[in-house]
T-cell receptor
Framework: LAKTTQPISMDSYEGQEVNITCSHN???????ITWYQQFPSQGPRFIIQ???TKVTNEVASLFIPADRKSSTLSLPRVSLSDTAVYYC????????????FGAGTILRVKS | DAGVIQSPRHEVTEMGQEVTLRCKPI?????LFWYRQTMMRGLELLIY????????DSGMPEDRFSAKMPNASFSTLKIQPSEPRDSAVYFC????????????FGPGTRLTVL
């Protein structure tokens, strides 16, 4: 069974809102759900983290339902510079709460 | 702060040679991670140190891989002997203790084993 599931890729246009969902059925109950962004030839960069409900910062929003079996990263009004790979990071219960990155979602923003 | 520093940025070597990758974490960060990233397997955690002690090395592929952290400001990942299937980008990341979900990544080392 996959530890997490994310769409492989998504396409969007400038100015649109983009929502990327990560499914994680069996995560630790007391750990944050975290999202990262990675540009080509760079390391991943922390974007946002949350425990439950909704979190918003200057870059994105994160929606987490009560059962915490998924999380949705929301990028408002994307621009070309948001083209990147987005990863969720969660602690997996069956692996002793080990932090595991998802496979990543390639977001392509077009003009 | 300069962020996490990794060297070399690129390494090309021949099969059978020893490869040593280096990492300097952010000052004050007590947790350090080594990752390997490939197209096929994505971002894999190889080993995680806390306060210079290896906590989880379950991701280390085999005995050819070894990692050390002799002090709080330096870590190495060694591959001996290297094989073509070790070709990948290797990232080092660091974080504060207790905030391991908020990791700061270095620029990575692109390793090519011929």
């Amino acid at each position: 069974l996959a530890k997490t599931t994310q769409p492989i890729s998504m396409d969007s246009y400038e100015g649109q809102e983009v929502n990327i969902t990560c499914s994680h059925n069996n995560i630790a109950t007391n750990d944050y759900i975290t999202w990262y962004q990675q540009f080509p030839s760079q390391g991943p960069r922390f974007i946002i983290q949350g425990y439950k409900t909704k979190v918003t910062n200057e870059v994105a929003s994160l929606f987490i339902p009560a059962d915490r079996k998924s999380s949705t990263l929301s990028l408002p009004r994307v621009s070309l510079s948001d083209t990147a790979v987005y990863y969720c990071l969660v602690a997996i219960l069956e692996y002793g709460n080990k932090l595991v990155f998802g496979a990543g979602t390639i977001l392509r923003v077009k003009s | 702060d300069a962020g996490v520093i990794q060297s070399p940025r690129h390494e090309v070597t021949e099969m059978g040679q020893e490869v040593t990758l280096r990492c300097k974490p952010i000052s004050g960060h007590n947790s350090l991670f080594w990752y390997r990233q490939t197209m096929m397997r994505g971002l894999e955690l190889l080993i995680y140190f806390n306060n210079n002690v290896p906590i989880d090395d379950s991701g280390m592929p085999e005995d050819r891989f070894s990692a050390k952290m002799p002090n709080a400001s330096f870590s190495t990942l060694k591959i001996q002997p290297s094989e073509p299937r070790d070709s990948a980008v290797y990232f080092c990341a660091s974080s504060l203790s207790g905030k391991e979900n908020e990791q700061f990544f270095g620029p990575g080392t692109r390793l090519t084993v011929l």
